[in-house]
């Protein structure tokens, strides 16, 4: 949860810093790369708020839009404030294209803090990208060309209308595949092996449990030899899971945090295990044992 909040600080950070630039050198942005880039940065900045806060609320969609679309907003009209209307309007529909973006994306991403770390490292060289394009703009034009925002205006409605566009049409495909979007499969492992506890002569397996189900997905076993297996679940994960497999004989509510299960003498085979009704599904794959 705190690296969660301290990746949106982050954003919001470097967002304030790229506005406070904007402000202060309202004056050199007159080319339409200049103004691109504002736009830009307003969708990536509002795109990675869309990313982290589904990570954050576990693809609770509303809450997550709710969020980031007011972020977008905010965002869109500070970096625009210093111009036009029509600059002003530009910036919070890219915004909020970057919103359906950065949700659609983040739907798809296995939550985990390698997840948001790779985001964070992201958005800070997007970020980085962004402002070195916003200086060279900057440092291209000279002070006596630096002109007042005033009289600078932009009178073409044809940027406007194309992003308005691109946002009803994304909303649109996002709205009618929302069932169809596979939920937390990027960085979601298919397999691991287990360590070996010598000592004891035990196998032991960590599996770790989110609002995106199980990682991994399935867990390699050898037969014969006694497993503790040990279901870790996300402390931000909703109370109330229920761990259900018939193969395993097991019918019981998981608590946040560790919940650890002895196997006996596993013999060889598939043994598959489930989430509640059965929406997020796992296995243990037992081999026989090499003589």
């Not at 007042?148 to 909303?171: D, G, I």
């Not at 492992?189 to 199980?214: C, R």
């Amino acid at each position: 949860m705190l690296l969660s909040v301290g990746s949106l600080f982050i954003v919001l950070l470097i967002t304030g810093y790229f506005i406070f630039r904007i402000h202060r050198y309202k004056g050199f942005i007159k080319s339409p790369i200049g103004k691109l880039s504002l736009m830009v940065m307003v969708a990536v900045s509002s795109g990675f708020i869309g990313i982290l806060s589904v990570q954050t609320l576990e693809y609770q969609i509303i809450p997550s839009i709710i969020m980031s679309g007011l972020f977008a907003i905010l965002a869109g009209f500070l970096a625009g404030q210093p111009f036009c209307k029509l600059d002003r309007i530009n910036a919070i529909l890219s915004g909020i294209i970057g919103v359906i973006l950065g949700i659609a994306t983040g739907r798809m991403i296995f939550i985990s803090s390698d997840a948001i770390m790779i985001t964070d490292l992201g958005y800070i060289v997007c970020s980085y990208l962004l402002l070195s394009v916003f200086d060279r703009q900057i440092n291209k034009v000279q002070p006596k060309e630096a002109v007042s925002t005033r009289t600078a205006r932009s009178s073409s409605y044809f940027p406007t209308l194309l992003l308005a566009s691109a946002v009803f049409v994304m909303l649109a495909v996002v709205t009618l595949n929302t069932n169809t979007i596979a939920l937390g499969q990027i960085g979601q492992k298919e397999t691991q092996l287990t360590a070996m506890d010598e000592e004891n002569d035990l196998q032991i397996a960590t599996i770790e449990v989110t609002a995106s189900g199980f990682n991994p997905k399935n867990t390699e076993f050898k037969a014969n030899t006694m497993i503790k297996v040990i279901f870790n679940v996300n402390s931000n994960t909703s109370s109330g899971l229920k761990l259900v497999s018939k193969d395993l004989k097991i019918d019981t509510l998981l608590k946040n945090g560790k919940n650890a299960f002895l196997l006996d003498d596993p013999q060889p085979g598939k043994y598959e295990f489930m989430l509640g009704s059965g929406e997020f599904k796992g296995s243990f794959t037992v081999a026989p044992k090499s003589k």
